[in-house]
């Protein structure tokens, strides 16, 4: 029902036992009952969701007998929703998941939009991590799972987990379909259920940056806690200086963001969140001109957006041999290296 790899890795995100299966479900030590979704834990806490659509994922078990997709739990529109019931039944076995195919917006960025529902091919990204030698990579709101495809690629064991049960179960079939080993979780990021000291790697891309800046902090709390000691993070971040960011922040009038909008960050805020809960940190290029864009998908978007693509890329590369043009980036990584004391 469960890998065994992965059960090893899970508690309970309520109370923080250890977990073990009993018949079609996994138990905690203190009583709690979690139910399995076609071998995906569906290991949400008690507590409030940060989308609306979570409750479909919450009832999971129920939904997937009648719907296998559970397009409900996705964040989608009530009209893309409908769309995609439409792909669904008429999708075939050689063609693109529909599920992939409608979240690639939501997943890739605003040059995505028109995507969305009719890409040709999977958009996975080059992984920036390289020779992972077998070592765990959980990777946060994994959504249809397209870095666990990348980073898998690069030697890695990822662990997906995201809110999203629709999502999960979409990445489930990419995976298996292109013969990538990878294990799934429908979980909560603020309250990971995984052991403490068991990751290698913590990856996450264009996820944080809708949390709060409290609920941030809570996620890299977390990771702290999950990493082995000799284990780091490598998280995608938008920041404040870069165009887009001050651009996006004037249209709004820099009013504070609310629900699922997406935070700037500060260098400044970036180190002090990620730096005092896991340990050192410091900053690498990811992009310039958005917050998502991905040279190895220059192929894919519009005509009107490959300068942007081109120009960013030869930027990243700049800051490579320049450190400080990654100052002026638009989104970066940060890489935190857990300290040895925690």
């Known amino acids: 029902m469960i890998d065994p790899l992965l059960l090893g890795l899970l508690k309970s995100p309520d109370d923080g036992s250890s977990l073990k299966i009993s018949g079609d479900s996994l138990v905690s030590e203190k009583g709690g009952r979690f139910v399995v979704v076609d071998g995906i834990p569906i290991l949400l806490p008690n507590k409030p969701d940060t989308m609306e659509s979570i409750v479909h994922s919450r009832n999971g078990k129920q939904i997937f007998q009648t719907d296998p997709y559970v397009v409900d739990s996705l964040g989608l529109t009530g009209e893309e929703k409908s769309r995609l019931r439409k792909a669904i039944a008429e999708a075939t076995e050689e063609g693109l998941d529909p599920v992939a195919s409608f979240m690639v917006g939501a997943t890739c960025g605003n040059a995505y939009q028109n995507l969305r529902g009719k890409v040709q091919s999977y958009p996975i990204p080059f992984f920036p991590l390289k020779n992972g030698n077998q070592r765990i990579l959980l990777d946060i ?88 000691p000799s284990g780091f993070c490598y998280i995608q971040m938008p920041t404040k200086i870069g165009l887009k960011g001050l651009l996006h922040r004037a249209k709004k009038k820099f009013q504070e963001a609310k629900d699922f909008d997406v935070r700037y960050w500060t260098l400044n805020q970036l180190r002090k969140n990620f730096g005092d809960h896991i340990g050192k940190t410091r900053f690498e290029t990811d992009c310039f001109f958005g917050i998502g864009l991905q040279y190895s998908d220059i192929g894919m978007v519009k005509t009107i957006y490959k300068p942007f693509f081109f120009t960013s890329e030869m930027l990243r590369k700049i800051s490579r041999v320049l450190p400080p043009v990654t100052y002026l980036a638009d989104s970066v990584y940060v890489k935190s290296e857990k300290r040895a004391n925690r």
Do not use: T
Not at 144 to 172: C, H, Y
Not at 177 to 186: R, V
Not at 189 to 211: A, T
């Open 141 to 228: 709101g994994c959504n249809w799972g397209r870095w666990l495809v990348s980073s898998a690629r690069e030697g890695f064991l990822p662990v997906g987990i995201d809110p999203q049960i629709g999502a999960l179960l979409a990445a489930k079939r990419i995976a298996k379909k292109m013969g990538i080993k990878a294990h799934f979780i429908c979980g909560d990021g603020r309250y990971l259920p995984i052991k403490d000291n068991s990751v290698d790697v913590v990856f996450s891309y264009s996820v944080i940056q809708h949390l709060s800046y409290q609920d941030a902090e809570h996620v890299s709390l977390g990771i702290a806690k999950v990493l082995k």
